[in-house]
């Protein structure tokens, strides 16, 4: 049997099941004034909410919050918290049975996190569901002066992990050791998880999500490094674009375009501004370079609790900058069977401007 991994700190920050209503709790129940309540799950709505982290398995935990109400945590027996106050369930209950009979009628948001198998056990007669990213989308969006600087720490670390391993041999060595070495690094400078190691060298770095593989780094080769985890709960993401040896002038030039995209789209980011801007600045800058067919994803997304959430910095996304929010910046070029070049930095948006989370050069790094 596998032991809860309940975290020793519950509730220190935010809504106590019994207890009074958080500001974080009172804050979604007002977003979600057309809903009758939330229906929170295992996974980063329930971390946000409570700090609570447990295991996600078949047996249902669940957070209820409806309007006027305190919160109601319903956990299994065998996995509840000490010193926490929750409704319990054990083996051969109902635990559907026992949120149904809370909920009575009506229309509530459920996390995306939820099982299809819970949520279908929740289909009653006059109870619908909608998913809490379409009903609240800027629910976890802005962050919190801790929450800022948590994400800044973890974005300090996975700095040092790049610092690092640009120290170390690229030539002569699978992509896959490389990136074992940056897994290594996270986990040295304080991440509990790491989530990716993409290292993409010569033509694979055309691919933006390429997985680290058996091709081995020769001289010559822009290599993308992509990397993160999370630190303390929250997520670290950056990439930076290094060459094995000097590089030609056509490659410099094309990384030079990045980072001057990069910069403007930076540059850009204030309250009130809406998300599309920013994804338009950075990408007038390759149009106007004459690479604009090569720019082939969104500026940006929001991090947090998950490596990617809203916002989402991609055309037709209106929504305005608000000091708080969090995401990564990070246009790229990406040459078919050549190679690829990318930089992203984890920005803040502060009351005017905006902060960066990363802080190492931009410019390009030769390795050996």
């Known amino acids: 049997m596998t032991a809860p991994n309940w975290p020793p700190r519950v509730f220190t920050s935010s809504c106590r099941p019994g207890g009074s209503m958080s500001l974080r709790a009172e804050k979604a129940l007002e977003q979600a004034k057309d809903l009758d309540g939330l229906l929170i799950t295992p996974g980063p709505d329930l971390a946000y909410f409570t700090g ?20 109601h945590l319903i956990v299994p027996r ?42 279908l056990e929740l289909q009653k007669p006059g109870l619908t569901y909608t998913s809490m990213t379409k009903a609240l989308p800027m629910l976890r969006a802005v962050k919190d002066a801790d929450e800022v600087e948590l994400l800044a720490a973890a974005g300090a670390a996975a700095d040092k992990t790049f ?41 694979n770095g055309a691919n933006p999500h390429h997985e680290a593989g058996d091709r081995v780094i020769e001289n010559g080769d822009m290599v993308v490094l992509d990397f993160g985890g999370l630190k303390n709960g929250y997520g670290s993401d950056t990439t930076r674009t290094v060459h094995v040896g000097p590089p030609s002038d056509e490659e410099q030039e094309v990384h030079d375009f990045v980072r001057l995209a990069q910069q403007a789209a930076f540059e850009a980011v204030r309250p009130g501004v809406e998300c599309q801007e920013v994804d338009r600045v950075a990408r007038q800058v390759i149009v106007d370079a004459g690479y604009g067919e090569f720019f082939i994803h969104r500026t940006g997304h929001g991090i947090g609790l998950e490596t990617h959430e809203p916002p989402y910095l991609v055309r037709g996304e209106t929504r305005p900058l608000v000091p708080g929010m969090c995401f990564s910046i990070e246009p790229g070029i990406y040459l078919p069977g050549r190679f690829g070049v990318r930089i992203e930095d984890i920005v803040t948006v502060t009351p005017d401007g905006g902060r960066r989370l990363n802080n190492t050069e931009r410019t390009i790094v030769t390795v050996f």
Do not use: C, N
Request: proline share 6%.
């Open 78 to 119: 065998l996995e509840k918290p000490e010193g926490i106050d929750a409704e319990t369930w054990q083996d051969g209950d109902d635990p559907y049975e026992l949120v149904t009979r809370r909920l009575k009628q009506g229309r509530y948001a459920i996390s995306d996190s939820a099982w299809a198998m819970h949520l």
């Open 163 to 203: 610092e690092a391993v640009k120290e170390l041999r690229f030539s002569g060595r699978a992509e896959k050791d490389v990136a074992a070495d940056l897994a290594r690094l996270l986990q040295e400078h304080g991440h509990e998880q790491v989530d990716f190691t993409i290292v993409a060298s010569g033509p």
């Open 52 to 71: 609570l982290r447990p295991p996600v398995t078949e047996r249902l935990t669940m957070l209820i919050l409806r309007h006027g109400e305190t919160p």
